[in-house]
């Protein structure tokens, strides 16, 4: 398959249906990103904290 953008020469414009693909495929891979930091980075810190704080809690009693 050959390069798309090796067909383009720096005088012609970009086709927009070629803008918003790679513009919808930048979003979709932010997007999964997000998603991954969230759910396996940001959550687990979160009950891990709440885990730790709530067992402090229970060692000063």
């Known amino acids: 398959m050959e390069n798309p953008f090796k067909q383009i020469l720096n005088s012609q414009e970009v086709p927009k249906i070629l803008k918003e693909r ?19 980075v940001k959550y687990p810190n ?10 402090n809690i229970n060692k000063k009693k």
């Open 46 to 55: 979160t009950v891990e904290g709440f885990l730790a704080t709530k067992k």
């Open 22 to 40: 790679v513009i919808n495929d930048i979003s979709l891979i932010k997007l999964s990103i997000d998603m991954a930091d969230l759910f396996m």
